[in-house]
Structure formats: C-alpha cells, structure tokens
C-alpha cells in the first residue's frame, strides 16, 4: 500500500489540509507542510477583510492605498481585474462596497504556497504526489514518473453525504461553489441580485485560482454555458435548483443519450 500523510490546520475561515502519496523523509515532509500553512497565514494576514489591521480592511476604509499596500495585493488587484474581463463581469473583487478579492484571493494562495512549499517534494526520493483540500476546493501535483491518478469526488448539492461522481486529476485543480452550504450568499455583480437558478458548479483548471473564479462565475451564469469554452477550462458541471445537471469537457457539453 502506497504511503500516505495528511497535516491539517485552519486558515481563511476554513480548513486546510496537505495530502502527500509516497514514502518521503518525515523531517522534510514536515517542514514543508509547514511553511506552507506558514505562507497561508501570512497572506491571510494581509488579503482577510475579517481582521481590522489587514491591507484589505484598511483599503476599504480608505486609509490605505492599493498601491501602498503589500507588493502581493497590487498582483491580486490586477488578477482580479483580468478574471472580470474574462467571465464579462460574472466575477469581481468589486461587488461589496469596496475592494474585496475574497473569492479569489484562497485558490491564488494555495497555488502560490503549493508551488513555493509543496511541488518541490516530489523531487524527493519516493515522493508520489501531494495535494491541498481548501473548504472543498482542491489543487494537486504528480510527480512526473508516477503512476498515480487523483480521484476527487463532487458533493451532490440536493443529498447532503451523497457524491455525483468523481474527477480524476494528475495535476490541476477543481473548485466548486453555489449555494448548497451557505445560501444564496453569491451576487451577480452585474445586478447585485442573488444567484439563483444554479446550485452547484464544479470546474477544472490548471490551477486554483481561475478554478475559483470560473466555478464563482459559473453559478452567476446560470443556465448558459457559453463560456464554457474559456481559455483554461478543462471540465465541469453544473446542477441547478431542480437538480438537472450538465457535464462539459474541453467546451463540450455532454448529453447523455439513451440506446434506442
């Protein structure tokens, strides 16, 4: 049986967890989920607009500056400002009162920290492959001599406990968002209403970030999927509130048809 560890710790209002497959020196393994969690904590210190003190919370109130703020928050204020071109607008850091990247700023983390603290295990002898759950979003890596598939399963949002299925990943990543677990909580920016025609979307991207936002931008959308062909986007699906659910891969949509 292949070796498995997991380290867990919460961060940005939910938990965090490293996943590593592989026999590695328990020192190094240790130490680089540390650093990890370590990295989280300090973008959460400057992105969370939960804590008074955080360059977000001060940008909000008009004391400080995008352009004065930390050197990271400029980079994110831009990504944000790419991401609402490229979904027309379904996705912005700019929908409540303010500048307030939170829907981008958890996948762009992981990404950012994975590749600083995690990637670099599976140069390691006996290393496999290593991932990060985020809230229910996940990013993963394999090595590149491995035989080794992530199979991720996506939650049906109508039966708590029950899966629809499952994505098999090597190396990429797959958020989901809607309105399952927290309400119709999701604005269209464009409207400031309430999404609510979709329950769920799940997508696939190389990594965390634009998952994020296209699975956000997803639930905005509703029942067209015209974007579905975005550069990036590998596969996803989306289930609405009478429970029908579309499946897409590579800007294809799949429908099922019964033999005659």
């Known amino acids: ?59 909000r109130r008009g004391e400080l500056a995008v352009d004065r703020a930390d050197v990271r928050v400029a980079e994110v204020a831009a990504a944000c400002e790419a991401a609402e071109r490229a979904t027309a607008g379904r996705f912005s850091a700019r929908w409540r009162g303010g500048f307030d990247p939170t829907g981008y700023v958890k996948g762009w ?47 049906d949002p109508h039966r708590p406990g029950a899966v629809l299925g499952a994505m098999q990943i090597e190396n990429g990543a ?13 604005l269209d920016p464009r409207s400031g209403r309430p999404a609510e025609a979709v329950r769920s979307a ?24 015209s974007w579905i062909g975005a550069p990036g986007i590998t596969a996803g699906l989306v289930v609405s509130e009478d429970a029908a659910v579309r499946r897409w891969s590579h800007g294809v949509e799949i429908t099922m048809v019964e033999a005659a």
């Open 174 to 186: 797959m958020a989901t968002s809607g309105t399952a677990e927290r309400g119709r909580h999701i």
């Open 1 to 59: 049986m292949t070796a498995r560890r997991v380290w867990t710790t919460p961060l940005m209002g939910t938990v965090f967890s490293v996943h590593l497959i592989g026999a590695v020196d328990a020192e190094v393994a240790d130490a680089s989920a540390e650093r990890f969690f370590a990295e989280i904590a300090d973008l959460e210190r400057v992105f969370s607009p939960f804590r008074d003190e955080s360059d977000i919370s001060r940008i």
């Open 109 to 155: 983390a992981v990404d950012r920290a994975g590749a600083h603290h995690l990637e670099p295990l599976l140069a390691e002898p006996g290393a496999v492959a290593v991932g990060v759950g985020a809230g229910g979003d996940v990013r993963v890596w394999t090595a590149p001599h491995a035989d080794w598939t992530w199979r991720i399963g996506i939650a």
């Open 202 to 225: 799940t997508v696939v991207t190389a990594d965390l970030a634009t998952a994020d936002v296209w699975a956000t931008a997803a639930v905005v959308a509703g029942d067209d999927l």
